[in-house]
């Protein structure tokens, strides 16, 4: 059974921290920090299987922006198209405290799952590709 949890700030960051820290930086090998500042007050959504943990990703306000950052999937759940649950449950919560706009700084290798989402280019910079989803999710999820 595919459930989720919504955690704010701090509370309960071990729930959230572990699957960052198993994906960026023992499988990915990502040497940077996998917490900042805006832990203290993002929206975390955890997706759980079966009451294991699968993935998480994050939505945060900066710079007069909603961002979405620190999406990942557990390995052995990436078959099960959880990114992009994550990813529109983070612009419903967007959309539900009052954005307009969504906004990601992406990679190279994942634009695609966010432009099946409805995420387009906004500019490309030295972190990645800047990308924007105007309104609410909609359409068929996965």
């Known amino acids: 059974m595919i ?8 509370e309960e960051s071990h729930n959230y921290i572990e699957i960052r820290k198993k994906v960026f930086n023992s499988e990915l ?16 959504v955890v997706i759980y299987e079966d009451e294991i943990p699968a993935g998480t990703g994050r939505l945060l306000f900066k710079e007069g ?3 979405i950052d620190k999406v ?10 959880y990114s992009d ?6 612009i419903r919560k967007a959309v539900n405290i009052g954005a307009d706009k969504t906004y990601a700084m992406i990679q190279n290798e994942y634009i695609k799952i966010f432009e099946k ?6 500019n490309k910079e ?17």
Do not use: P
């Open 117 to 122: 989402i409805g995420f387009v280019e906004v």
């Open 72 to 81: 990942c999937v557990l390995k052995e759940f990436r078959d099960n198209n």
């Open 3 to 10: 459930s989720t949890k919504w955690f704010q700030g701090k």
């Open 29 to 44: 090998l990502i040497k940077e920090k996998i917490t900042d500042i805006y832990d203290e007050f993002a929206f975390n």
């Open 65 to 67: 922006k909603y961002f």
């Open 126 to 142: 030295n972190e990645g590709v800047l990308m924007m989803k105007e309104g609410d999710v909609g359409g068929h999820c996965c």
């Open 85 to 90: 649950l994550i990813i529109r449950m983070l």
